[in-house]
């Protein structure tokens, strides 16, 4: 199963770097530009830290702190949540959900050399996000089982998808055909 996958094996390793002197101005452009929710925070080209878009909210403007004058090493996060990149994926999140971080920096041999979020553990997860049942995959070595993957990448068995009609996570709609339950399939019946 997924959880069982090295954290390495989903991480992504093209991370974007700033110097730890670089204001938050600059490194707020760099998110930007690299459409990232984070930047690695460098000190001589080592990697020591991470400046996040939550650190920007919450040590930045809820603070009222000035973005030109600003460095990143005065609001960063370090030392930043890791992982060896060979420790399975649920101690990853266990560690995640215990630090409460949205993501989790990966390492080989002490170094940082990647990244990834619970979103990036949603891509590589077959949950129905209405059950919360596996969806069987011919991956895991069982029969398919039909689904409905929305947009925002929320996937649904084939019947959740007709009783839900909307995504439960962004509110699109997913299906145009609907079938209702019966009042004794439902909870309340």
């Known amino acids: 199963?997924?959880?069982?996958?090295?954290?390495?094996?989903?991480?992504?390793?093209?991370?974007?770097?700033?110097?730890?002197?670089?204001?938050?101005?600059?490194?707020?452009?760099?998110?930007?530009?690299?459409?990232?929710?984070?930047?690695?925070?460098?000190r001589a080209?080592?990697?020591?830290?991470?400046?996040?878009?939550?650190?920007l909210l919450t040590k930045v403007v809820a603070k009222g702190l000035d973005?030109?004058?600003?460095?990143?090493?005065?609001?960063?996060?370090?030392?930043?949540?890791?992982?060896?990149?060979?420790?399975?994926?649920?101690?990853?999140?266990?560690?995640?959900?215990?630090?409460?971080?949205?993501?989790?920096?990966?390492?080989?041999?002490?170094?940082?050399?990647?990244?990834?979020?619970?979103?990036?553990v949603m891509k590589h997860m077959r949950i129905c996000s209405h059950c919360g049942k596996e969806v069987r995959s011919i991956m895991n070595g069982h029969e398919p089982e039909p689904y409905i993957e929305c947009e925002c990448g929320s996937r649904y068995h084939k019947k959740c998808s007709e009783l839900v009609v909307n995504c439960v996570n962004c509110s699109r709609t997913l299906v145009t055909h609907v079938i209702y339950p019966e009042p004794s399939e439902t909870f309340s019946g």
């Open 45 to 55: 080209g080592e990697r020591m830290g991470i400046l996040t878009e939550r650190d």
């Open 1 to 42: 199963m997924v959880y069982d996958l090295p954290a390495g094996k989903i991480a992504r390793r093209q991370l974007v770097d700033v110097d730890e002197n670089t204001s938050v101005l600059d490194a707020a452009k760099r998110m930007v530009e690299g459409n990232r929710g984070s930047v690695m925070v460098t």
């Open 67 to 120: 973005v030109r004058s600003t460095k990143v090493k005065e609001v960063m996060t370090s030392p930043p949540v890791t992982i060896d990149h060979g420790r399975p994926l649920r101690e990853a999140i266990d560690l995640m959900n215990m630090k409460r971080v949205r993501r989790i920096l990966v390492t080989e041999d002490g170094k940082i050399v990647g990244i990834f979020t619970f979103r990036d």
